[in-house]
């Protein structure tokens, strides 16, 4: 992709482990978004992290950025069968903020 | 409060076919986006709107593709002449503020299947 890169594409975890994916960007960004998408249904919002940021959480979810390397990572931890979904970044650019640009997301699958 | 709501959800069109698919979006909200999600993609941006005035549509795929929101609420995607490559998911997201850089809100999205 010419905006980066998610990875790993697939992850496949058991109940109450800790799931990691990261997001690589290419251009200097704004702010980097994080978001959830269940089959068939539309994006939920996770967190959005600002480019002066460095870490940030929510709940069972916490956010690294680091900017120098320009990758961000999504730790979800003591995972649940319903943390099953695609999780997608989404890079806000520079001087075109509101074009959220997406990566191919990585699917997580969550077995009890 | 309501979410962004779209519809149809599901639209099953002919090749050749116009469709219109609509964006209802949180009340109050300045700003308005159109993306399309091909079948294991991410969403690709579309068009952005604040209030009526349509800033930029670079991502419309080609000119069969024609967005509005005359009011600056309810929006519409129209695709005239429907190919089977517009089959897509094809989502609506809004945000409160003017500049768009803030989190977006998603709606349902409405899957265009192009026979």
């Known amino acids: 992709s010419q905006q980066g890169e998610e990875d790993p594409q697939a992850l496949s975890i058991q109940e109450g482990e800790n799931a990691t994916m990261n997001c690589s960007y290419k251009?200097?960004?704004?702010?980097l978004q994080w978001y959830r998408q269940n089959s068939g249904r539309g994006l939920v919002h996770l967190i959005l992290?600002?480019?002066?940021?460095r870490e940030k959480h929510s709940g069972r979810l916490r956010v690294t950025l680091d900017t120098s390397k320009k990758s961000s990572s999504l730790l979800i931890t003591a995972s649940r069968a319903a943390d099953t979904a695609s999780y997608f970044c989404?890079?806000?650019?520079?001087?075109?903020?509101?074009?959220?640009?997406f990566g191919a997301g990585t699917t997580v699958t969550v077995r009890a | 409060g309501a979410g962004v709501s779209q519809s149809p959800r599901y639209k099953v069109a002919k090749r050749g076919q116009d469709v219109a698919l609509r964006c209802d979006p949180i009340s109050g909200h300045v700003s308005l986006f159109w993306y399309q999600q091909a079948l294991g993609q991410g969403p690709e941006f579309l068009t952005y709107?604040?209030?009526?005035?349509?800033?930029?549509k670079s991502g419309l795929p080609s000119d069969r593709f024609f967005a509005e929101r005359p009011e600056g609420s309810v929006s519409t995607l129209k695709i005239q002449r429907t190919q089977q490559e517009d089959s897509a998911v094809y989502l609506c997201?809004?945000?409160?503020?003017?500049?768009?850089?803030?989190?977006?809100?998603f709606g349902p999205g409405t899957r265009l299947l192009v026979l």
């Open positions: 997201a809004s945000n409160p503020g003017g500049g768009g850089q803030e989190t977006q809100y």
């Open positions: 709107f604040q209030n009526e005035a349509q800033l930029d």
């Open positions: 992290i600002r480019s002066n940021e």
């Open positions: 989404a890079r806000s650019p520079i001087n075109i903020g509101y074009k959220l640009s």
């Open positions: 251009t200097s960004i704004n702010n």
